[in-house]
């Protein structure tokens, strides 16, 4: 009728419960618990499973969930009910989630946010782009606050053109690793030529012929975008434009 725990149970199989259990150490669930009586926790319980609540569970220090809690009954949190990145709790149809307790989630890629990733631009150093976490994910009419102070950060190498991560690695965890992507864009191309500025005509030099007429020049001259080549004859005849 009674379970009093002060040390730590594994559950490998089914726990059934119809009337009590009272949790002062630790209860590991691998496969799992129907509650069908009160479960009051004054310890941690680590749910790997499934734990079915119909009636009464009440909190008071530690749940970390990365299982199922099925809740048809009334769930009460004055501690900590943390559901990990695999966690799942649902309520059914007379289900409650309650309590004052600290309900938090862990951070999932899309809770974060790479601010004006657009402009993010290839430097030839490592980036470190700014970004945000929303503070909150609602759960079965709680919000379950975003657990970001559990994760260390840091960043791949971020250098070369193309795709960028952020790192969050969970502290107590270091197998769990959160990545978020972003993108470099390359540096646009920049001409380092100047414009070609028009060509000023220049007095021709007359070229020492020989020849008795006197000499004879080219001159260039755009006109209308096409190039007219005049010769003049300086002894023979004037060419007036």
């Not at 609602?138 to 606050?145: A, H, L, S, V």
């Not at 070229?207 to 001259?221: K, V």
């Given at each position: 009728?009674?379970?009093?725990?002060?040390?730590?149970?594994?559950?490998?199989?089914?726990?059934?419960?119809?009337?009590?259990?009272?949790?002062?150490?630790?209860?590991?669930?691998?496969?799992?618990?129907?509650?069908?009586?009160?479960?009051?926790?004054?310890?941690?319980?680590?749910?790997?499973?499934?734990?079915?609540?119909?009636?009464?569970?009440?909190?008071?220090?530690?749940?970390?969930?990365?299982?199922?809690?099925?809740?048809?009954?009334?769930?009460?949190?004055?501690?900590?009910?943390?559901?990990?990145?695999?966690?799942?709790?649902?309520?059914?149809?007379?289900?409650?989630?309650?309590?004052?307790?600290?309900?938090?989630?862990?951070?999932?890629?899309e809770d974060i946010t790479i601010i004006d990733e657009a402009?993010?631009?290839?430097?030839?150093?490592?980036?470190?782009?700014?970004y945000k976490i929303k503070e909150s994910r609602p759960i079965?009419?709680?919000?379950?606050?975003?657990?970001?102070?559990?994760?260390?950060?840091?960043?791949?190498?971020?250098?070369?053109?193309?795709?960028?991560?952020?790192?969050?690695?969970?502290?107590e965890d270091n197998t769990i690793v959160i990545e978020k992507?972003?993108?470099?864009?390359?540096?646009?191309?920049?001409?380092?030529?100047?414009?070609?500025?028009?060509?000023?005509?220049?007095?021709?030099?007359?070229?020492?012929?020989?020849?008795?007429?006197?000499?004879?020049?080219?001159?260039?001259?755009?006109?209308?975008?096409?190039?007219?080549?005049?010769?003049?004859?300086?002894?023979?005849?004037?060419?007036?434009?």
């Amino acid at each position: 009728k009674t379970i009093m725990n002060d040390g730590t149970i594994t559950n490998k199989k089914t726990i059934t419960n119809h009337e009590t259990i009272t949790n002062n150490g630790t209860i590991v669930n691998v496969e799992m618990i129907t509650n069908d009586g009160t479960i009051t926790n004054n310890g941690t319980i680590m749910n790997d499973g499934t734990i079915a609540n119909n009636v009464t569970m009440m909190n008071n220090e530690t749940i970390m969930n990365k299982g199922t809690i099925f809740n048809d009954g009334t769930l009460t949190n004055k501690g900590e009910l943390y559901l990990a990145l695999e966690g799942i709790i649902t309520t059914g149809d007379n289900g409650d989630l309650t309590g004052t307790g600290n309900f938090t989630i862990a951070l999932r890629s899309e809770d974060i946010t790479i601010i004006d990733e657009a402009n993010i631009i290839y430097t030839g150093s490592q980036i470190k782009p700014e970004y945000k976490i929303k503070e909150s994910r609602p759960i079965e009419g709680k919000d379950f606050k975003i657990a970001i102070d559990r994760y260390v950060v840091s960043y791949a190498e971020n250098i070369n053109p193309g795709e960028g991560k952020i790192i969050f690695t969970d502290k107590e965890d270091n197998t769990i690793v959160i990545e978020k992507s972003f993108t470099i864009h390359e540096k646009d191309s920049e001409s380092s030529q100047d414009p070609i500025a028009p060509t000023k005509p220049t007095k021709p030099t007359s070229p020492n012929t020989g020849d008795e007429r006197g000499a004879s020049y080219i001159l260039w001259t755009a006109v209308s975008g096409a190039l007219l080549v005049m010769i003049m004859n300086r002894r023979k005849r004037v060419i007036k434009e």
